[in-house]
């Protein structure tokens, strides 16, 4: 009980990744065609809108990688007490989501924008935590 508790922060916040990142890759597994028409409305006025499929692949790659390497590393800090495959799901976390944030940008979604800001406050603190 005491490695749940010592590591209590890291735990609900690699919880929080796994939970945003699979969901999200989920959604746009099983959902590809209704993501990818919506996305191209979104991007239709920028440089990415030759590109929105590839864009959209590159993403979902990104989001499941770094959940599954999230949800690996709360097994390696309960089970062997390491925290590398946890570090590079928070560090992929935060790809994922400067690679959102910068396309809302792009497409001037500013509010779109604000809310990728706000998943970005944990998982930078996350890496910030699991720091050697």
């Not at 990142?21 to 191209?40: A, I």
């Not at 006025?45 to 590839?54: D, H, R």
């Not at 590159?58 to 495959?85: N, P």
């Not at 809302?104 to 990728?116: E, F, L």
Request: with cysteine.
């Amino acid at each position: 009980m005491n490695l749940y508790l010592q590591n209590a922060t890291v735990l609900l916040l690699l919880l929080f990744m796994v939970i945003t990142f699979l969901q999200s890759g989920m959604d746009k597994l099983l959902d590809w065609k209704g993501n990818l028409s919506w996305l191209k409305g979104h991007f239709s006025k920028t440089p990415f809108k030759n590109t929105v499929p590839l864009l959209l692949g590159v993403v979902l790659f990104t989001e499941v990688v770094a959940g599954l390497f999230c949800a690996v590393g709360i097994y390696q800090i309960l089970m062997e007490g390491s925290s590398v495959l946890a570090l590079y799901g928070a560090i992929l976390s935060c790809m994922a989501l400067l690679m959102l944030l910068f396309g809302q940008r792009v497409a001037k979604d500013y509010d779109g924008a604000r809310t990728i800001a706000i998943y970005f406050v944990p998982a930078i603190f996350l890496v910030f935590l699991l720091q050697p």
